[in-house]
């Protein structure tokens, strides 16, 4: 499948299941879907890594470039975040024990989340698109 077509319906994904979580509430599935999320979101960095950044660095236009490098480095920062998050929310008990804290920091999560997502349609995946496809 086409690099990009592949990323974004990921992407789709991803945001599908953060908002998936904030309404499962006290759910027996919770967890296992908190992991499943952790497991989507880790394949789609992989990928990235793999696939479009590398072509990115590679590519002949510095806009593209400096673009690609920005992005991954950026991306570093924002996983530790995110992961932190997951290893956290592990446990039902630590989401049960203060459920709101837990929907406050979903919420946290799913901006910062959904902001690098738009960043990587609107700027990213174009110069991919123009530059290296
Ligand atoms: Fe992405």
Do not use: W
């Not at 950044?53 to 950026?74: H, V």
């Not at 997951?86 to 946290?108: A, G, M, S």
Request: hydrophobic share 40%.
């Amino acid at each position: 499948m086409d690099l990009i077509k592949e990323l974004k319906e990921e992407h789709v994904e991803i945001m599908r299941y953060f908002e998936k979580i904030k309404i499962l509430k006290s759910n027996e599935k919770i967890v296992e879907e908190i992991s499943s999320l952790k497991e989507l979101l880790i394949e789609h960095l992989k990928l990235e890594d793999r696939m479009l950044y590398p072509a990115l660095k590679d590519c002949e236009n510095n806009k593209a470039k400096e673009a690609g490098d920005k992005f991954s480095e950026e991306m570093n920062e924002v996983s530790k975040v995110v992961l932190k998050f997951f290893d956290k929310y592990q446990d039902k008990n630590i989401i049960l024990t203060d459920y709101k804290k837990f929907i406050n920091e979903t919420e946290e999560i799913i901006k910062a989340v959904s902001k690098r997502v738009s960043a990587e349609e609107t700027i990213l995946f174009p110069l991919f698109e123009k530059y290296v496809k």
